[in-house]
């Protein structure tokens, strides 16, 4: 079979795209909490090697990457309030940009709120 | 028009009074050829010319008419009510004969391909049965019980605007090709068909909701839609689809206590 060339990418809109964002953040959400799982079960097996893995984490990459974390679960919990009301809200759909918004300035918000104390801590200028 | 009778006194006179702007106009379209000897899809330009008051159908009429008669698209109304010709325009599903070309922003190309999901047979045209048979499977016809009564079966006017959106419907399935989880699931009911499930359900006059609500309260029914809103926005008829199916998402919670 020849190869076609590639088509072009469906030009959705707020909704579609909010729709990737949710599935993106729920994906990593899930593989950290596969992790998470993993890593703190580790301490019935062995305290020392949980203390080892744990302080693996101390460093500035994973601080960012826990700062994205904090990110995804923001949105994807703030998002999927913005779901629940789309399906059980009546007036839901016709707000849907709207809420969306609102999602984002909620989340900007959280994470202004957040970010400064947390990259203090990662970076050693609070304590 | 009055413009043309001034113009038909002095044919010299330039430029026309009230004439429509004409504008060169590149289409850019993905086509298959099943019959070709390596039946892949690729992608022709062809530029034509065209005016102020034309839509992309327009544009590929001429092209099938006067360029390249192998050009294969479906139209029949040409008006917006048949719901033949839609197909995805520069990346979103429209309906050709509704999309004016000055909206399109006619000085770059103008991509035109088949709605995506369903197996391309031809050029912009795609087999539309699984479309179909999800809309026949719902059952889009008035079920009652008891002997017909002789005069019309009377409904207030509010009974009536309870689903007047999703009697608007054309079956272009714009909708159903504009949803991801169509694209992935094609088992999935798609919007089209559960626009029309909800003509019937919230129909005063009809007594299948229960039916109905049965058959979409399926793993491919309903629950498979995640509120993408690709659906309300690709609607040529302005129908709130995302809304309909999620009244018929709550009725199914609701009435099933």
Same mark, same amino acid.
């Given at each position: 079979?020849?190869e076609?060339p590639?088509?072009?990418? *469906?030009r959705?809109?707020?909704?579609?795209?909010?729709?990737?964002?949710?599935?993106?953040?729920?994906f990593?959400i =899930? =593989?950290?909490?596969l992790v998470?799982? !993993?890593?703190?079960?580790?301490?019935?097996?062995?305290?020392?090697? *949980?203390?080892?893995v744990?302080?693996a *984490?101390?460093?500035p990459?994973?601080g960012? !990457?826990e700062?994205?974390?904090? !990110?995804?679960i923001?949105? +994807?919990?703030?998002?999927?309030?913005?779901v629940m009301?789309?399906? =059980?809200?009546?007036?839901?759909?016709r707000y849907?940009?709207?809420m969306l918004?609102?999602?984002?300035?909620?989340?900007v918000?959280?994470?202004a709120? =957040?970010?400064?104390?947390h990259?203090?801590?990662?970076f050693?200028g609070? +304590? | 028009?009055t413009?043309?009778?001034?113009n038909?006194? &002095?044919?010299?006179?330039t430029?026309e009074?009230?004439?429509v702007p004409?504008? /060169?106009?590149?289409?850019?379209?993905r086509?298959?050829?099943?019959?070709?000897?390596?039946?892949?899809?690729?992608w022709?330009e062809?530029?034509v010319?065209a005016?102020?008051?034309?839509?992309?159908?327009? &544009?590929m009429?001429k092209?099938?008419?006067? $360029?390249d008669?192998?050009?294969?698209?479906?139209?029949?109304?040409?008006h917006g009510?048949?719901?033949? /010709?839609?197909?995805r325009i520069?990346?979103?599903?429209?309906?050709?004969?509704?999309?004016?070309?000055?909206?399109?922003?006619?000085?770059?190309?103008i991509?035109?391909?088949?709605?995506?999901?369903?197996?391309?047979?031809?050029?912009?045209?795609v087999?539309?049965?699984?479309?179909?048979?999800s809309?026949?499977?719902?059952m889009?016809?008035?079920?009652?019980s008891?002997?017909?009564?002789s005069a019309?079966r009377?409904?207030? &006017?509010?009974?009536?605007?309870r689903?007047? /959106?999703?009697?608007k419907c054309?079956?272009?399935?714009a909708?159903?090709? &504009?949803?991801p989880?169509f694209?992935n699931?094609?088992?999935?009911?798609?919007?089209?068909?559960?626009?029309?499930?909800?003509?019937f @359900?919230f129909d005063?006059?009809?007594e299948?909701?229960?039916?109905?609500?049965?058959?979409?309260? /399926?793993?491919?029914g $309903?629950?498979?839609?995640?509120t $993408?809103?690709?659906c309300?926005?690709?609607?040529?008829?302005?129908?709130?689809?995302t809304?309909? @199916?999620?009244?018929?998402k709550?009725?199914?919670?609701?009435r099933a206590?």
């Amino acid at each position: 079979m020849p190869e076609a060339p590639a088509g072009t990418l *469906y030009r959705g809109r707020e909704g579609m795209w909010s729709w990737v964002a949710h599935r993106v953040t729920g994906f990593l959400i =899930f =593989f950290f909490l596969l992790v998470h799982v !993993a890593d703190t079960s580790l301490v019935r097996v062995s305290p020392e090697a *949980y203390n080892v893995v744990i302080g693996a *984490y101390k460093n500035p990459v994973m601080g960012l !990457a826990e700062a994205g974390l904090v !990110a995804a679960i923001v949105f +994807h919990a703030f998002n999927g309030i913005r779901v629940m009301l789309v399906d =059980f809200w009546s007036s839901g759909p016709r707000y849907q940009r709207v809420m969306l918004w609102i999602v984002l300035g909620l989340v900007v918000v959280t994470m202004a709120a =957040f970010l400064p104390r947390h990259l203090m801590n990662v970076f050693g200028g609070g +304590h | 028009m009055t413009a043309v009778l001034e113009n038909s006194a &002095a044919p010299d006179a330039t430029p026309e009074v009230g004439a429509v702007p004409s504008f /060169d106009v590149t289409l850019r379209i993905r086509r298959f050829n099943p019959e070709a000897s390596e039946a892949a899809a690729y992608w022709e330009e062809f530029t034509v010319t065209a005016y102020g008051t034309d839509r992309v159908l327009d &544009a590929m009429h001429k092209i099938k008419w006067e $360029v390249d008669g192998s050009l294969t698209f479906r139209r029949s109304c040409a008006h917006g009510i048949c719901g033949s /010709d839609a197909m995805r325009i520069n990346g979103r599903n429209r309906l050709a004969c509704k999309a004016l070309l000055k909206d399109l922003d006619p000085s770059k190309p103008i991509t035109i391909e088949p709605i995506k999901g369903l197996p391309v047979v031809k050029d912009l045209v795609v087999d539309m049965e699984p479309f179909f048979a999800s809309y026949r499977e719902i059952m889009p016809f008035l079920i009652t019980s008891g002997n017909a009564p002789s005069a019309e079966r009377l409904q207030s &006017a509010e009974q009536r605007e309870r689903y007047d /959106d999703t009697t608007k419907c054309i079956l272009c399935a714009a909708c159903t090709s &504009a949803c991801p989880v169509f694209w992935n699931d094609g088992q999935y009911f798609g919007p089209a068909a559960i626009v029309n499930a909800h003509r019937f @359900i919230f129909d005063s006059r009809d007594e299948g909701a229960e039916q109905r609500l049965e058959i979409l309260n /399926d793993k491919e029914g $309903v629950w498979r839609c995640r509120t $993408v809103f690709n659906c309300t926005e690709a609607c040529p008829r302005g129908i709130e689809v995302t809304k309909a @199916i999620q009244e018929v998402k709550r009725a199914m919670i609701t009435r099933a206590f």
